[in-house]
């Protein structure tokens, strides 16, 4: 029999030791889904590249670091995002991994990991990240409105505060245009993502999956021309299958041309500044 928290809104107490949770995933899951009937909180489990997170290897691996905040103080969540073995082609996995902890592991870290319940039930409030928002067009009763969150972009309109249109019912009239002039991008913001066009700077390093992305992509183009939009996909997948000692083997072309690129940029920049400082 699977041990209950109290239900409707209760406050939860710890049913389990964190030695246990940890040793025990099936303990983990019944004692996580338990803890968020009784917050009246919702529990999904996430998909990250297609397949299931697995929550308890990522609570094991944030509490085994000292729990989500020197986690995120000594920026460990790209070393945890490579214990998971993430498609290539996953993107913003260490975003993702943050954010999902956040909300559904964070408050059970402060019960379990902690055996905090007041910081626990401080932390009911929802998460808090880094948005780019841009207003694209202003009328008289909202903004048409685009945010930039992580490597989505979503858009919506924004009312404002008090106007009938935030709750949930039809939308009311809204079609007066107010002229609207968006701020203009700093100049030096724009000069500074631009790959630098000088000849003699270093070419960027490589990793291990480009140098097999390469080696692949032109014995692919060879024997099938007309199937190139396909390549993709066919070269992620044979990267997947590869064992161990193969793919340690292109990890560590990668790691040659890191060295690489790291001691030419240094070389670089002492030759820029030596041309600096030469008079005139």
Not at 243 to 268: A, I, M, W
Request: aromatic share 12%; net charge positive.
């Amino acid at each position: 029999m699977s041990p209950e928290h109290p239900a409707n809104g209760g406050e939860p107490v710890p049913l389990a030791s964190h030695n246990d949770v940890v040793k025990d995933r099936t303990l983990f899951f019944n004692t996580l889904r338990s803890f968020h009937h009784a917050l009246l909180s919702k529990f999904l489990i996430p998909v990250i590249g297609g397949k299931e997170l697995n929550l308890h290897v990522l609570y094991v691996e944030v509490t085994r670091r000292g729990g989500y905040d020197k986690v995120v103080a000594e920026k460990k969540w790209r070393e945890i995002s490579a214990v998971f073995d993430f498609s290539p082609t996953t993107t913003s996995a260490s975003y993702a991994l943050r954010k999902h902890y956040f909300t559904l592991l964070r408050r059970y870290e402060q019960l379990y990991f902690f055996r905090n319940q007041a910081a626990m039930l401080n932390h009911t409030g929802s998460p808090s990240f880094h948005a780019i928002g841009t207003i694209e067009a202003k009328f008289d009763c909202c903004y048409l409105v685009s945010v930039k969150l992580g490597d989505e972009t979503l858009s919506g309109v924004l009312y404002h505060p008090g106007y009938p249109g935030g709750a949930a019912t039809a939308p009311p009239t809204c079609t007066a245009l107010v002229p609207y002039t968006p701020v203009p991008h700093q100049p030096g913001r724009r000069t500074r993502r631009r790959r630098s066009t000088d000849p003699s700077r270093p070419k960027p390093n490589r990793s291990g999956y480009n140098f097999f992305f390469a080696e692949k992509h032109s014995a692919l183009k060879s024997l099938y021309p007309n199937r190139e939009r396909e390549f993709t996909k066919m070269i992620g997948e044979s990267w997947n299958k590869l064992s161990p000692e193969d793919r340690v083997v292109y990890q560590n072309y990668g790691l040659k041309d890191k060295e690489r690129y790291q001691k030419e940029l240094k070389e670089y920049k002492e030759r820029l500044k030596m041309g600096q400082t030469l008079p005139f």
